[in-house]
């Protein structure tokens, strides 16, 4: 009895030691061997490594960017994921525009011949000591202007045309075509508004409508902040342009607010502004100044 017992006790501890080391097997295979495609980077993942390498302060990583762009991106491919890459790109100009003017300007030259040179003359137009700058500037995605005496660098929508277009989708390509019509006209100078009221009323208005219709894409994402953006200004203005001066509707926001109503009565912008617009007009200005953290985010 006493011998059935023990061998029953050894059978027990043989087949407990199986499980135990099945479990942990089953553990160790858990850990080791994961889904491999958490691992795969898409297109745009690795497009975005890349760029965060580069030097944001050499206007020549905008070119390698894009090199990097092609190299990764197919013509024929999806065009959603192309978008994607090619948003990063943008973004990637901006950046470089903000930080990249020290390796693109030196401050003995006179640069003002290169200002809107894209759209009054072209390369012809270059004078033949700028020649060497303008060439580095301009296959690297940028145009030169002039800011309060400065000379500063702007995304080249010529630039975008001849790298980009056959990439992406038709939302993106009409974003960028009006960008570009922006970009020629101006928007601002020296902190003032450069353009006529019906121009900033029309441009917050397609952008308005052009980010509701594109809701959901890298077009429509794009849009949108770009109506933020016109939208705060024919709110309050800017610097040099404030809507309100000396407590009271300045004459270029007060022919706008009219147009606005009688170009897009029916806009979310005009709604949103009918308010405040209405107190403006009856010089109640504090309590108009009151709306501006839910219209704007932020008072004046």
Same mark, same amino acid.
């Given at each position: 009895?006493?011998?059935?017992?023990?061998?029953?006790?050894? #059978?027990?501890? %043989? %087949?407990?030691?199986?499980?135990?080391?099945?479990?942990?097997?089953?553990?160790?295979?858990?850990?080791?061997?994961?889904?491999?495609?958490?691992?795969?980077?898409?297109?745009?993942?690795?497009?975005?490594?890349?760029?965060?390498? %580069?030097?944001?302060?050499?206007?020549?990583?905008?070119?390698?960017?894009? @090199?990097?762009?092609?190299? #990764?991106?197919?013509?024929?491919?999806?065009?959603?994921?192309? *978008?994607?890459? &090619?948003?990063?790109?943008? *973004?990637?100009?901006?950046?470089?525009?903000?930080?990249?003017?020290?390796?693109?300007?030196?401050?003995? &030259?006179?640069?003002?011949?290169?200002?809107?040179?894209?759209?009054?003359?072209?390369?012809?137009? &270059?004078?033949?000591?700028?020649?060497?700058?303008?060439?580095?500037?301009?296959?690297?995605?940028?145009?030169?202007?002039?800011?309060?005496?400065?000379?500063?660098?702007?995304?080249?929508?010529?630039?975008?045309?001849?790298?980009?277009?056959?990439?992406?989708?038709?939302?993106? =390509?009409?974003? #960028?075509?009006?960008? @570009?019509?922006?970009?020629?006209?101006?928007?601002?100078?020296?902190?003032?508004?450069?353009?006529?009221?019906?121009? %900033?009323?029309?441009?917050?208005?397609?952008?308005?409508?052009?980010?509701?219709?594109?809701?959901?894409?890298?077009?429509? =994402?794009?849009?949108? /902040?770009?109506?933020?953006?016109?939208?705060?200004?024919?709110?309050?203005?800017? *610097?040099?342009?404030?809507?309100?001066?000396?407590?009271?509707?300045?004459?270029?926001?007060?022919?706008?607010?009219?147009? #606005?109503?009688?170009? @897009?009565?029916?806009? =979310?912008?005009? /709604?949103?502004?009918?308010?405040?617009? @209405?107190?403006?007009?009856?010089? /109640?200005?504090?309590?108009?100044?009151?709306?501006?953290?839910?219209?704007?985010?932020?008072?004046?």
């Amino acid at each position: 009895m006493t011998k059935l017992f023990r061998n029953c006790l050894l #059978l027990s501890l %043989l %087949l407990t030691g199986c499980v135990s080391n099945n479990k942990e097997e089953q553990a160790t295979d858990s850990t080791t061997v994961e889904n491999p495609e958490e691992y795969n980077l898409s297109k745009t993942d690795i497009l975005e490594d890349y760029i965060l390498a %580069l030097d944001s302060t050499d206007i020549e990583s905008v070119g390698k960017a894009t @090199a990097k762009f092609k190299e #990764l991106f197919d013509q024929r491919s999806d065009s959603i994921q192309n *978008d994607k890459g &090619v948003a990063l790109i943008m *973004d990637y100009i901006d950046k470089v525009s903000m930080y990249g003017s020290r390796s693109a300007f030196k401050e003995d &030259v006179n640069y003002r011949p290169l200002v809107n040179v894209e759209f009054d003359g072209g390369k012809a137009a &270059v004078p033949e000591d700028l020649e060497q700058a303008y060439e580095k500037i301009n296959k690297n995605g940028f145009r030169v202007r002039e800011v309060e005496g400065m000379f500063d660098l702007e995304a080249n929508p010529i630039y975008f045309q001849e790298n980009f277009y056959p990439f992406i989708s038709s939302n993106l =390509e009409i974003f #960028l075509q009006q960008q @570009a019509r922006d970009n020629m006209e101006g928007f601002a100078a020296d902190a003032a508004i450069s353009i006529p009221f019906q121009t %900033l009323v029309q441009r917050t208005i397609w952008y308005e409508d052009f980010a509701n219709k594109t809701k959901g894409t890298i077009a429509g =994402e794009k849009a949108k /902040k770009e109506y933020d953006k016109y939208f705060g200004t024919l709110t309050i203005g800017m *610097d040099n342009t404030p809507a309100i001066e000396s407590q009271q509707l300045a004459p270029y926001f007060q022919e706008a607010y009219t147009y #606005l109503k009688d170009f @897009a009565p029916n806009s =979310e912008t005009y /709604k949103k502004l009918e308010p405040y617009i @209405a107190l403006l007009q009856e010089q /109640k200005i504090d309590e108009a100044k009151a709306l501006l953290p839910n219209l704007i985010g932020r008072g004046i």
